[in-house]
């Protein structure tokens, strides 16, 4: 595959402007928050993040970038993962009967190499892109249930905006299953960016 020349970048991105939010307009310098889990979705809200809101020349209507704008950061991406809690017991059939101290070490084991490597996939999105400036990754990695870690990652680290994938659950499915990005969009104090995958 062959990598897109920069006037090439330029070109495509005239063609699909993209309105940035109102909140990112006149920052020179984002700070992002975008949660990432093992969907695609998630994913895909990252590389539109990073696509969209860390334009060249993004405040202005030129994507031309001298070097000095170029080697300046542009901004923060905060990399939110959240892992399922895990319990430390289990009902087979009765009563509950608790793991033992090795299958639990096993379990966090493969739940951190599970993580590095969802994280490692996530920071090779900010590598061999042209049309993007100077962006910090940081990283956060919590326990508990997402809806309600993510708001409270916000709220700790002050993002100018939050970006969640959606799944596009169903009707049925949001109500019994609840749906983290309609959650966050009411509980956030501060803008929130549903992104929705294409058909």
């Not at 495509?12 to 920052?27: A, F, H, I, S």
């Not at 997402?146 to 799944?167: F, L, N, Y």
């Amino acid at each position: 595959m062959e990598a897109k020349s920069e006037e090439a970048v330029a070109a495509t991105l005239q063609q699909e402007q993209v309105q940035m939010p109102p909140v990112l307009e006149e920052k020179e310098k984002k700070r992002v928050l975008v949660a990432v889990d093992e969907s695609d979705e998630s994913i895909y809200a990252l590389k539109w993040t990073l696509d969209n809101l860390f334009l060249y020349g993004s405040t202005s209507t030129s994507h031309v970038v001298d070097k000095k704008q170029k080697d300046e950061e542009a901004g923060v991406v905060i990399l939110v993962h959240v892992q399922q809690p895990f319990q430390h017991f289990i009902f087979p059939t009765g009563p509950g009967v608790y793991a033992s101290s090795s299958a639990i070490d096993s379990i966090r084991k493969s739940q951190q190499q599970n993580t590095a490597l969802l994280l490692s996939r996530a920071k090779q999105l900010f590598k061999g892109r042209p049309q993007l400036v100077q962006i910090k990754a940081e990283t956060i990695v919590c326990d508990g249930d997402p809806k309600d870690m993510i708001c409270q990652m916000a709220e700790q680290t002050h993002p100018d905006i939050v970006v969640v994938g959606s799944r596009g659950f169903g009707k049925l499915k949001r109500a019994f299953l609840g749906s983290v990005s309609d959650y966050c969009a009411h509980h956030v104090k501060c803008p929130i960016l549903i992104v929705k995958p294409p058909k």
